[in-house]
């Protein structure tokens, strides 16, 4: 019965260099799976994409992480093009806002006919 408990307590006869020694390719192992495991997430989250570049073929990890930065890259073009798009859209406005505020208070400053400022308050809103 003895040697079974000095079996049980292998960890009081390691120094820790030895331990580490032990732990590190376990560590590695947890380290790769995880790196796999996200390789994978990403083949399956952009499958489609993927398709459409290349059908039909094993992609390998570098492949997939590629195409991956290729598609991220791709898709912050064109958040920024629709981004300045938005802001271009908002500056007319603003803009054009701006412009009818001053055209109302120059036409209530000037005796301008009623039908003349009528109609060009319908064209405005146009």
């Known amino acids: 019965m003895a040697p079974s408990t000095v079996f049980m307590e292998?960890?009081?006869?390691?120094?820790?260099?030895?331990?580490?020694?032990l732990r590190k390719p376990v560590v590695e192992k947890m380290r790769r799976d995880r790196i796999n495991s996200s390789i994978e997430q990403?083949?399956?989250?952009?499958?489609?994409?993927?398709?459409?570049?290349?059908p039909n073929s094993k992609l390998e990890?570098?492949?997939?992480?590629?195409?991956?930065?290729?598609?991220?890259k791709q898709q912050s073009q064109l958040q920024m093009k629709r981004s300045f798009q938005k802001s271009s859209?908002?500056?007319?406005?603003?803009?054009?806002?701006?412009?009818?505020?001053?055209?109302?208070?120059?036409?209530?400053?000037?005796?301008?006919?009623?039908?003349?400022?009528t109609k060009l308050l319908s064209h405005f809103q146009k």
């Open 61 to 72: 990890k570098a492949d997939i992480l590629e195409m991956t930065v290729s598609y991220l």
């Open 10 to 21: 292998p960890d009081n006869l390691l120094t820790p260099k030895e331990k580490n020694k």
């Open 89 to 117: 859209q908002f500056d007319f406005r603003e803009g054009y806002s701006r412009c009818l505020q001053e055209a109302f208070h120059f036409l209530s400053l000037h005796k301008v006919r009623t039908e003349t400022q």
């Open 42 to 54: 990403l083949k399956l989250l952009l499958e489609k994409e993927f398709q459409r570049h290349q």
